[in-house]
DNA sequence: TCATTAAATTGTT
DNA sequence: AACAATTTAATGA
């Protein structure tokens, strides 16, 4: 797990800079598209969508539920506060990424921060709402069980990238979540990220992040690009063991 | 639309 | 961590 004390506190962005969804943000909204017409005009009639700056929280620890949120357009981050007061950074959300089903499901209460990277557009659909798509959707039913099995396999994956010592490689695995076409279908071939906000997701210096982006971009699987990188080769990023430094 | 300037990001030490 | 080089975004004629 990496750590780092960003040391803001802003408060929720769906009940501050709230607004309705444009057409092109809706369109960004992978599940919406598997719904029949009455249950879509439901969801698009409750679902809410705000503008969240760096260092916003778009939800907390122990909050009461009250959306099932997803990423439209930006970067947050998904973390967890230890004892010792420092947080734990779990996973980036790119555009496309929705989350807290698990929690919307049971109606309990948050069990993670999640935090804007850089300037973002969230989308909420409340709970409620989450319910009855689930109670009358077959379609929506399959997104959500897709999502779970998906995300189930993200962190399994995640634990071993935590063991690794090899930066590359830790690199390229998280490279590989953040592409994960089904957890995060809004991102595409090109993943919006700076090396900046790379490193603090993987918990390495900028300067290392950069060393290890130009040997995976060498090694042919990505393309470093100005505030972006271009997936090549998927499946190398995930598998491919890049050759040891010594 | 273009040129200039500021800001952001990257590459390197 | 610091710095230079490069790219993008913003500004205004």
């Known amino acids: ?3 780092h004390n960003p040391g803001m506190t802003t408060d929720l962005t769906l009940h501050q800079r709230r607004r309705e969804p444009t057409a092109a943000e809706l369109d960004g909204i992978p599940w919406l598209k598997v719904l029949k017409s009455d249950q879509y005009e439901r969801a698009v ?3 809410k969508v705000g503008d969240a700056m760096p260092g916003d929280f778009v939800c907390r620890v122990g909050r009461p539920v009250t959306y099932w949120f997803g990423v439209v357009e930006g970067l947050l981050k998904m973390s967890s506060d230890n004892e010792q007061g420092q947080t734990m950074t779990f996973a980036g959300l790119p555009p496309g990424g929705w989350f807290g089903e698990g929690t919307a499901l049971k109606r309990e209460s948050y069990r993670y921060n999640i935090q804007a990277l850089r300037k973002s557009v969230v989308a909420g659909l409340p709970v409620d709402t989450f319910h009855l798509l689930l109670d009358h959707s077959i379609g929506f039913n399959r997104f959500v069980m897709n999502q779970l099995n998906e995300r189930l396999g993200q962190f399994i994956a995640a634990r071993e990238i935590d063991r690794m010592n090899n930066p590359d490689l830790r690199v390229a695995r998280s490279l590989a979540a953040l592409f994960n076409p089904i957890l ?3 991102v595409g071939d090109v993943l919006r990220i700076t090396q900046q ?3 603090y997701l993987v918990g390495l210096s ?5 060393e290890a982006l130009t040997a995976l971009e060498a090694q042919g699987t990505i393309r470093v690009e100005y505030g972006g990188l271009r997936i090549l080769d998927l499946e190398a990023l995930r598998s491919h063991v890049v050759p040891r430094v010594a």
């Open 206 to 210: 900028r300067q290392r992040v950069n």
């Open 184 to 186: 995060f279908p809004g």
């Open 45 to 47: 009639s409750d679902l």
């Open 1 to 3: 797990m990496t750590r």
């Open 197 to 199: 906000e790379l490193a």
